[in-house]
């Protein structure tokens, strides 16, 4: 008879961690299934975004930014250090450290909850039970709850086939351990931004190759323009927006691209080329076909507003279903099904969920930018602040950016907010508390900020919704 638990949960990534945690903490027994491995075939837990996705690239984004502020910024504040050496095998080493801490860090979590870890590929069975492979063999456990936390993993494009050694993904992106002198990146997404601009500060000459005519359609275009002309004017990112790769092809230390480009084809040579198109559902193979397991028509599995399948007792949290494909996301999900398993109500507002690309400036939103509230028909009021007039932000030496509002013209209530600038990954927390509460932008306006502070931005733009900002000219 097979071992049985409370919940088994598949996958050990930020949702399924997560979830696993706070099931023990309801009292379930629980335990987590998860494969992954280090380099050195050790179970690793914290799924691609501890292990090869958030926190390895902003350790990477931290240290090239270093580098960036000590051949750039430092003179205009009167620091003088000579010419700066980059040991990027060090960089690299650093980089590893950090996630080893925080993989055994969830490791740590578990004992301490008293979740079980199971290592190998958790499959989902007949009658709630789930089938667990690795080197050492195949067990089966049984269960009256399976929470699927199954994740994502990178698209792959037939014109640029990843080897993980001149053609990379996110993942051989982040063990590059020489400066390419001429780096490719297709995709000019979040994880292509992020990658490029490491390498870019770094001393790489980065193109990258995006698709869509639009540069970051999600964000509003006010600040999607700004961010533009920040990245290649500023620091010379070379991103050349509709182009579409047709080929490749990678000798013994190069890779030769071709691509269309204003009706022309166009070939390039790179040291190493970056695919970065985004992401899909990681779910093959996670239940045998007579389970029945529902997916969408995008392969991620189906799941009603509770996060449950069409099986009885089986849930779905994180990349694995709709939404957007972000760690805090998936986390949340993961507490609601716990929560929801335990027999208590929860909610998730996935109207407020915030996106933050990790760039220099940082870019972060949540809810409805213009073109939408346009798209929708909204009666609707926006107000701004640039950081250029911010205290606080000139004295780091931040001058550009902005905080941008939109809120109803009619009840004053946020509709949406959206930051490009200095620390907008920390700023934009403010905005999801204001809309999580239904605040108006007068609520954020006599709320008093600290000077001198970046927040003041926050208010500053509260208050320009009215056409009473303080500190700019309306």
Not at 24 to 50: H, I, M, R, Y
Not at 80 to 90: E, T, Y
Not at 110 to 116: E, I, L
Not at 217 to 222: G, H, N, S
Request: contains cysteine; aromatic residues 4%; hydrophobic residues 40%.
């Amino acid at each position: 008879m097979s071992e049985k638990f409370d919940v088994i949960v598949v996958g050990a990534g930020p949702a399924g961690y997560v979830a696993a945690i706070r099931c023990a903490q309801l009292g379930f027994n629980t335990a987590c299934v998860d494969k992954w491995e280090d380099n050195d075939g050790n179970p690793s837990l914290g799924g691609t975004c501890l292990n090869v996705g958030c926190i390895p690239s902003k350790a990477l984004l931290d240290s090239s930014e270093k580098v960036e502020q000590a051949q750039h910024e430092f003179e205009s504040h009167g620091i003088s250090i000579g010419n700066v050496r980059v040991d990027v095998p060090k960089m690299i080493a650093r980089k590893n450290d950090i996630v080893g801490n925080l993989t055994k860090g969830v490791a740590g979590l578990f004992k301490a909850n008293k979740v079980t870890s199971l290592h190998g590929h958790g499959k989902l069975l007949k009658d709630k039970q789930v089938e667990v492979t690795s080197k050492e063999g195949t067990t089966v456990y049984s269960a009256d709850n399976v929470i699927l936390a199954c994740g994502s993993e990178p698209i792959d494009i037939p014109v640029a086939a990843v080897d993980n050694k001149l053609i990379v993904d996110n993942a051989g992106a982040l063990e590059i351990d020489d400066v390419p002198k001429k780096l490719g990146v297709i995709g000019a997404g979040v994880i292509g931004l992020e990658l490029g601009s490491v390498w870019n500060r770094l001393g790489s000459e980065v193109t990258i190759l995006e698709a869509m005519d639009t540069f970051l359609a999600p964000v509003d275009k006010q600040l999607a323009r700004e961010a533009q002309r920040t990245f290649t004017k500023g620091q010379g990112l070379d991103i050349k927006l509709g182009a579409k790769v047709t080929g490749s092809k990678a000798s013994k230390k190069s890779v030769k691209v071709t691509y269309d480009f204003k009706g022309e084809e166009h070939t390039e040579t790179f040291d190493k080329l970056i695919v970065a198109v985004g992401r899909k559902a990681n779910t093959k193979d996670i239940a045998s076909d007579d389970v029945g397991l529902k997916l969408d028509d995008r392969g991620r599995i189906d799941v009603d507003g509770q996060l449950r399948t069409n099986i009885d007792g089986v849930y779905a949290i994180g990349d694995a279903v709709k939404g957007p494909m972000l760690a805090h996301k998936g986390s949340e999900e993961g507490v609601a099904v716990a929560e929801i398993i335990a027999g208590q109500k929860p909610y998730i507002n996935h109207d407020t969920v915030p996106w933050v690309i990790y760039t220099h400036p940082e870019i972060a939103w949540v809810g409805l930018n213009e073109e939408q509230a346009k798209e929708q028909g909204l009666n609707y009021k926006t107000g701004f602040f640039p950081f250029a007039a911010n205290g606080r932000s000139l004295a780091m030496n931040e001058k550009g950016g902005r905080v941008k509002m939109i809120a109803d013209a009619d009840t004053d209530r946020v509709l949406g907010v959206h930051i490009l600038g200095p620390n907008a990954s920390e700023l934009i927390s403010e905005a999801v508390l204001a809309m999580e509460y239904s605040a108006s932008t007068e609520d954020i306006a006599r709320t008093i900020h600290a000077h001198p502070t970046l927040s003041e931005a926050m208010h500053e733009a509260a208050l320009s919704v009215d056409g009473r900002a303080l500190h700019k000219v309306n």
